[in-house]
């Protein structure tokens, strides 16, 4: 099974290398609720999809100002 979160995150390092980005990766999908996707969609999805959604379902970016990332909040 290829490790998606490394090359999401290593992607993301390419992408937006501003020192307060940071990447937010959401927890992977459960195997039901992929079944029940397939089944909504009415075919089978591809296995690197179930791969990828089991893993990371989701995953965005956001900057921090720079008094949160000082630790100062």
């Known amino acids: 099974m290829l490790d998606w979160r490394t090359i999401i995150s290593e992607r993301h390092g390419k992408v937006h290398c501003q020192p307060n980005d ?14 029940h996707l397939q089944q909504t969609l ?14 990371c379902d989701g995953f965005g970016n956001f900057s921090l100002t720079a008094r949160e990332s000082s630790g100062n909040k």
Do not use: C
């Not at 009415?42 to 893993?55: A, I, K, R, T, V």
């Open 22 to 35: 940071k990447l937010l990766i959401r927890q992977g999908a459960s195997n039901a609720d992929l079944d």
């Open 42 to 55: 009415g075919f089978q999805l591809p296995d690197e999809f179930h791969s990828l959604y089991l893993q």
